[in-house]
């Protein structure tokens, strides 16, 4: 039963790394893995020999001598707290998503663009890389992705010259969200998951992050894409469509900035802070939505639609389900590989047979090539299940390097091909970008700057 189980997730991740092949969402295989894992553990709950204590971290002694009664009360147990771990980390990204899309309602990332006046290709590429790197540590890599493309298509009319400035921004906004708790997925998840804190996550990562987006845009700044002016700019001189633009943009950011200090001052789970800085959000939105001014141009079509509905409720129908049910169905499948104890041996196995390289990491002594693999591998494959998996494979506390470089490995390898992370896809939408351009022009510089990144990494974290 263990072989058809992971022989089941196998072809569900084969599916969801192929979905631009297959022309499937990836979050239907994720949802169908997941329901089909968890009813062959049910059904064959007698059958297994072992079973993995989620809560403390440990393979259960005498599994095999208790009753069937008693095992399916475990495993529902077992689920239950899994989906509760689960829901922490959807809620507190559904409440940053909604955040993000009431700052977008009210055109507040268009303080933004009054930033940028240069018409210089290697000056312009440096401030959107500087601006895709802070701002994905607070909004996320992905959104971050989205709001500078947005304006990147605004200021350019050349896609030529665009896809070279997008595939820049990709390297930096991943680079950005590793070192942040509310950056990137995965750091969200090791975040939530007590593995890392916020301190420590900018102490270690910060300085590797940094040169991982510096090097591949000092070396792109060379490169003939990025010499001259920008030609037959657009003019637009409309402004921010609300006069509260500014006002939310930083309302908005200060919420979800202040997360991290709301979980440090009351040591509640992220998503109650996240829930918190939404409400208040939600509050000066609805206020100044009351005061009848125009969102949109005269004469456009969601001009009724605006002016008659709760932002709220606006913001909140314009959310990314489909990526919200893809983590519920990619988290809880490997949720059941990690209750049968498979990932736990994998890990073991995978520690004994790898050669080490480098330091060696604190209590298991798990390898950094193990770890720089699992970056290499997230550019091929997703890194939330990576990163999950990691989860159940690894037990070392909280604030050990271990989880820091597997933030550092996860959000950043993505970077090297197209697909390999949540920002490259949306890039790779919004600009049409061909999967083998980016593997030729962009694909050697993000791995230059992963290996400087991780180089910087093994150096620095001697220091901490």
């Not at 998951?193 to 996550?201: M, N, Q, Y």
Request: glycine letters at 8%.
């Amino acid at each position: 039963m263990e072989t058809i189980i992971v022989l089941v997730f196998v072809v569900g991740y084969l599916a969801i790394t192929l979905e631009h092949n297959l022309k499937i969402d990836k979050l239907i295989p994720a949802l169908v893995m997941m329901a089909i894992s968890w009813a062959l553990i049910a059904l064959g709950i007698d059958a297994f020999p072992q079973w993995f204590d989620s809560a403390n971290h440990t393979l259960m002694e005498n599994f095999g001598l208790l009753g069937h009664e008693e095992k399916m009360h475990l495993m529902e147990e077992t689920l239950l707290h899994h989906l509760g771990k689960t829901a922490e980390i959807l809620v507190f990204l559904l409440g940053a998503m909604t955040i993000v899309e009431i700052i977008d309602y009210f055109d507040g990332f268009s303080t933004i663009k009054g930033f940028i006046k240069t018409k210089n290709k290697k000056t312009m590429l440096w401030i959107f890389s500087l601006l895709a790197f802070f701002l994905s540590a607070i909004i996320d890599n992905l959104t971050a992705t989205i709001v500078l493309i947005s304006i990147l298509q605004k200021l350019i009319q050349d896609r030529n010259t665009r896809i070279w400035f997008a595939g820049l921004i990709i390297i930096a906004a991943n680079a950005g969200g590793a070192w942040s708790p509310i950056g990137d997925v995965t750091t969200t998840m090791l975040w939530i998951g007590k593995k890392v804190s916020a301190g420590h996550l900018f102490a270690y990562l910060f300085v590797p992050s940094l040169l991982c987006m510096l090097v591949p845009t000092f070396i792109a700044s060379f490169l003939p894409a990025f010499k001259g002016k920008i030609e037959n700019e657009e003019s637009d001189d409309e402004g921010p469509k609300s006069k509260f633009s500014a006002t939310m943009f930083y309302l908005g950011l200060g919420g979800i900035v202040s997360v991290p200090i709301f979980k440090q001052v009351t040591h509640l789970p992220p998503y109650v802070g996240m829930m918190l800085a939404l409400g208040v959000v939600a509050i000066f939105a609805e206020i100044y939505s009351n005061t009848k001014f125009t969102l949109m141009d005269s004469g456009s079509d969601d001009e009724a639609f605006q002016g008659h509905h709760s932002p709220v409720h606006h913001s909140l129908s314009r959310i990314e389900m489909p990526s919200i049910l893809f983590f519920l169905g990619i988290l809880l499948a490997v949720a059941a590989m990690e209750s049968l104890g498979i990932l736990f041996g994998f890990a073991q196995s995978l520690q004994d047979t790898m050669p080490m390289l480098g330091t060696e990491l604190h209590h298991e002594g798990v390898s950094d090539l193990v770890v720089m693999l699992m970056g290499v591998g997230s550019a091929v494959i997703d890194n939330v299940p990576l990163v999950a998996a990691s989860l159940g494979m690894f037990s070392e506390p909280l604030d050990n390097e271990l989880w820091h470089f597997i933030a550092y490995s996860a959000g950043t390898g993505g970077s090297m091909l197209i697909i390999g992370s949540a920002a490259g896809v949306v890039a790779m939408g919004m600009e049409k970008i061909d999967f083998f351009w980016y593997l030729k022009k962009i694909a050697w510089l993000a791995l230059i700057g992963f290996l400087v990144g991780a180089a910087a990494f093994m150096v620095t974290r001697t220091f901490i």
